[in-house]
């Protein structure tokens, strides 16, 4: 507490001698502001970030986002206003301002003439330019994908547009993109904002790491997104990786009604399934005071898959080069995916500033269904039926507003954001059939390393079609859970215009934030007591389903997987391979209905509740106070410079589980709720540096310190002791954050005739980064956590490592073709290219075994911690592929737009083997390439005809260790197409 009334009084003082009603500047009191809107001459939409200057002077500003600037603190007189904005024609303009004036001023832009009658709109132009702009623009190092380029390209959620910028490849999910890797770092180091408000994680899983799934975002809310690589201080520093702020305009001055509707093919089921829509409705009232803006979507996609899954055994751990085939697994996955939302938007307009009311909600349900055949190389035969439903929610709600004072600017926010993933049903059924009956007996136990040996050898159900009489109910579970977060943020900001001498204006700003997060993670497993060992249990499968004795049994009473067929085959991966017989969803959907929660015979039920997962139940609370100053000073347009300092107080607050749970379904041992907690405060400094030697070239530097923090799941206090395999699992409530220094460089020339060329590098230094690791419990640390004092195996435990760095070189281009003759003026270009490295340290446990003699017992080899130790292995970081490359080719002719559309993200390393630093055990996501097309034709005034091409490629999503040679898996989507129309109704 202490730590935060010390930032106040901080920041008391700094406004006090910043922000005093009088000037500290020497400027006169009656000084005037120059104000107004900067549109396009022909569609009269807003220009964001043009450049408004007043001739001969240090004075200027950018247009933000809705075209609108102003000049304060402008002495009277006579003026020239210059405006520049690129792909438009520079406009001077003649102001003569009076004491004390506010003058507004309000100017269209013209784009320099094409071929007179060629095009008519460049939608594809003016979302060039507006990402131009912004860019050159921004104090941050700083890359966007504009309204314009997010309606141009045939991304499903924004995940995949984001995944277009350089330096960015993402995590891929069900065919799409789900999660942002930014300059080769985990999605968990990046924050993700709209409008600036931090959001909330959605990870259900047991690493509860604070990434979050973009794909729950519907693309058609936003007006932009803005990857800020290198934050200045009025921005959450909670980003090593950097930060994505989604963004979401107010309503714009002209009024709009568009309608858009979709219909689509999916490939691999060579079905019309697919179905998506969009409403956009914004206007203004009460003399453009009121704004309104009102969206919705729906979206109904299948993204279902045909897989195959190699599982290779490594029988010599020296030789990585020694492996084969353990098991194949062939999967097929039918999965629907839906979203819907809307968008509320209310802002009022009086003279001195606005307010503004935001609400938006996503909601994200999938129905998945999956099921798979497993061969191993023993000749044992798995079939696997899987039921999941899940659905995320998202609710945004801000209240804020701005204030526009003579020389000073207030910005306010108030806001609370509501995130739930929902997993309200996941059902698993799995049927065997024992060797040697799933492969011939010559290839039993056969060393080899392709996994079509395996598949072409199954002789039983997948080539004769046998009915299935002997494969039996083995095992089954279920489950339900879900993760609960809710934020709450206020800011303030204040900004005062400051003019040093002749030669130097800018700004002073200073602001505080407050944000609290509380997150519950709940979830609960009912198993089954192995129907397969257990003729009791049959009998009562047989007494609670609806289908009484005429439940099919094996010779030796057991539930046969006939019960669960339908006779058909399922072929996979183009028909290479098939599945047979296939399981219909309703009969996993049926079981759960008739046997999950029926009465029991003797006190016994089908299913008991698992105690097994009660340490991965949590919740915490976590509150960040902040407090910022940061000064902006430009010289003319030669240099601009940014210095800023941020202090950052956490209070963390988390409950967890101490549990001695073991047994099957956790009957035996007891789990005690424990309680931890984290304090701790950051003072961190930047450096922006931009220098304009002359109009078509700048060159940038910064230097910034940010934060991430470690997972949820690996802070909370949780500990694990198994009496009966004698393993210890730990979370470490005393992990620490991470911390970076960032440098950035780059250079950027631009001309209006042959575009924007950006060429940059960076380097990050990070210390404290967090890592799992396993090895051996020591009887002093046992005695610590209330075990004996013995040695454990410790199979989970956290540690912070320092010299972990990533360095980038990025390059970008972007162009149109103006300044040549008809066809070539109407395409558009962009190209973008990305080189990573990066280094890490990974602990490898090294356990020495020493040999112990006791009296009248024989000798026993015990763990030697005098000699044994943890060793650093080096590699790159998680997640980071070595190239990433994105490019495009527009074409715009009178109503009709096309672009093509190339990605392409190398390999990455996804799995580090905690046991052992031998690069056969290293798991990767091997290199992608995926090219798509997106086509708009006008027909009338008001229809447009829209078609989306996507993967016109088919390429899959694979996996491999050690090398490509040893592919893990490969997963197979199929290319889609959508069908669509857009009605503008007003």
């Not at 220009?47 to 002077?57: C, D, H, Q, W």
């Not at 190389?377 to 209240?399: A, E, K, M, P």
């Not at 497993?525 to 099919?552: C, E, H, M, V």
């Amino acid at each position: 507490m202490k730590t935060q009334q010390k930032l106040l009084f901080f920041m008391l003082i700094i406004s006090m001698v910043c922000f005093r009603p009088f000037s500290i500047y020497g400027q006169v009191l009656q000084s005037g502001e120059i104000s107004g809107t900067i549109t396009d001459m022909s569609s009269k939409e807003p220009l964001p970030f043009a450049n408004v200057a007043i001739k001969g002077t240090v004075f200027g500003d950018i247009t933000d986002q809705y075209g609108k600037f102003r000049l304060t603190n402008v002495r009277p007189g006579e003026y020239t206003l210059r405006i520049s904005y690129v792909g438009y024609n520079t406009q001077e303009v003649y102001v003569n301002l009076n004491s004390g004036e506010r003058k507004i001023i309000d100017i269209e832009l013209d784009q320099p003439l094409l071929s007179v009658g060629e095009v008519v709109i460049s939608s594809q132009r003016m979302g060039q330019n507006a990402a131009i702009n912004q860019q050159l623009s921004s104090d941050a190092m700083l890359n966007v994908v504009s309204k314009d380029a997010i309606r141009s390209l045939p991304d499903v959620n924004a995940a995949e547009a984001i995944g277009r910028l350089p330096g960015i490849s993402i995590v891929r999910s069900s065919g799409e993109g789900s999660k942002v890797i930014l300059r080769g770092l985990d999605p968990k180091f990046s924050t993700i904002t709209i409008n600036g408000i931090t959001q909330p994680s959605t990870d259900f899983g047991t690493q509860g790491d604070r990434s979050i799934d973009l794909s729950n975002i519907s693309p058609e809310f936003l007006t932009g997104i803005e990857v800020f690589k290198s934050p200045t201080a009025d921005m959450d520093a909670d980003a090593i990786a950097g930060s994505i702020n989604l963004v979401i305009s107010k309503a714009p001055d002209i009024t709009k009604n568009q309608i858009r509707l979709y219909g689509g093919y999916h490939g691999l089921h060579n079905a019309l399934s697919n179905y998506k829509g969009s409403w956009d409705y914004s206007s203004r009232f009460l003399n453009k005071k009121l704004g309104i803006m009102a969206q919705a979507n729906f979206e109904n996609t299948d993204r279902g898959a045909h897989s195959i899954g190699i599982n290779f055994f490594d029988p010599d751990a020296e030789v990585a080069d020694s492996f084969f085939v353990n098991s194949v697994v062939l999967t097929d996955r039918k999965q629907i995916t839906k979203r819907y939302g809307g968008l509320l938007l209310l802002d009022y307009q009086f003279k001195f500033g606005g307010i503004y009311f935001t609400n938006m909600y996503n909601a994200s349900p999938r129905n998945i269904f999956t099921q798979s055949k497993t061969i191993d190389r023993s000749g044992q035969l798995t079939t696997s039926g899987n039921v999941i439903d899940n659905i995320t929610h998202s609710l945004n709600n801000s209240l804020g507003g701005d204030v526009n004072l003579r020389k000073t600017k207030i910005n306010w926010n108030l806001n609370r954001v509501y995130t739930k993933v929902n997993n309200p049903y996941n059902m698993l059924i799995n049927f065997q059939l024992a060797a040697p009956y799933g492969l011939d007996a010559e290839a039993v136990g056969k060393t080899v390393t392709d996994p079509d040996y395996f598949l072409k050898e199954l002789a039983f159900n997948n080539v004769n079609k046998i009915k299935d009489t002997l494969s039996y109910l083995y095992h089954s579970y279920y489950s339900f859970g879900s993760v609960e977060q809710t934020n709450y943020t206020g800011n303030i900001d204040l900004e005062r215009s400051i003019k040093i001498g002749n030669n130097l204006a800018g700004f002073i700003k200073i602001g505080a934030k407050y944000r609290s997060e509380k997150r519950d993670r709940f979830f609960d497993n009912f198993a089954d007591q192995q129907y397969y060992l257990k003729p009791a249990l049959t009998d009562l499968a047989i007494a609670n389903d609806p289908r009484g004795n005429n439940l099919a049994t094996t010779a030796t009473h057991r539930v046969q997987m006939s019960n669960f067929n339908d006779q058909k085959n399922i072929d996979i991966q183009n028909g290479k391979y098939n599945i047979y017989p296939s399981i219909p969803e309703k009969q996993i959907r049926d079981w759960y209905t008739y046997h999950s929660e029926a009465g029991g015979v003797g006190g016994n039920t089908e299913y008991t509740y698992d105690y097994n997962y009660a340490e991965n139940n949590y919740d915490s609370f976590e509150s960040i106070t902040s407090g910022y100053l940061m000064l902006k000073l430009n010289y003319g347009d030669l240099i601009t410079l940014v210095p800023g300092l941020r202090y950052e107080y956490s209070n963390n607050i988390y409950h967890g589980v101490y549990s001695t749970i073991n047994g099957d379904v956790g009957q035996n041992g007891y789990a005690d709720p424990d309680t931890s907690g984290q304090k701790y405060g950051n003072w961190l400094p930047n450096m922006h540096l931009k220098i304009k030697p002359i109009s078509w070239l700048d060159l940038r530097l910064s230097a910034t310190k940010t934060i991430s923090r470690p997972n949820y799941m690996w802070v909370i206090p949780r500990f694990r002791y198994n009496a009966l395999s004698n393993v210890v699992a730990m979370a470490n409530p005393d992990l620490k954050h991470a911390s970076s220094w960032n440098y950035d460089a780059n250079i950027t020339v631009y001309t209006n005739k042959f575009g924007l060329l950006t060429f940059g590098g960076y380097l990050k230094n990070i210390n404290d980064m967090f890592y799992q690791v396993s090895g051996t419990l020591s009887p002093e640390r046992a005695v610590q956590m209330g075990l004996p004092a013995q040695a454990f195996n410790l199979s989970e435990d956290y540690v912070n490592l320092d010299e972990s760095w990533v360095r980038g070189l990025e390059f970008e281009y972007n162009t149109h073709f103006n300044f040549l003759p008809s066809p070539y003026n109407r395409f558009v270009l962009g190209f973008n290219l990305t080189r990573l490295w990066s280094g890490t340290y990974y602990y490898v446990w090294r356990r020495i075994e020493g040999l112990v003699m006791y009296k009248d017992v024989r000798p026993m080899l015990v763990v030697d911690f005098n000699k044994s130790y943890y060793d650093k292995t080096e590699n790159r970081m998680p997640s980071q592929v070595d190239w990433t490359a994105n490019g495009w080719l527009g074409y715009e002719f009178k109503g009709f737009s096309s672009r093509i559309s190339v990605s392409y993200q190398g390999n990455n390393l996804t799995g580090i083997n905690p046991n052992t630093d031998k690069k056969g055990y290293y798991t990767y996501t091997d290199s992608y390439l995926r090219i798509d097309i997106t086509a708009k034709q006008r027909i009338a005034q008001k229809i447009n005809i829209l078609l989306n091409l996507n993967n016109i490629t088919n390429a899959t999503e694979r996996g491999f260790r050690y090398k490509p040679i040893y592919p893990t898996y490969k997963h197979m989507y199929g290319f889609t197409f959508d069908l669509g129309v857009e009605i503008n109704l007003q």
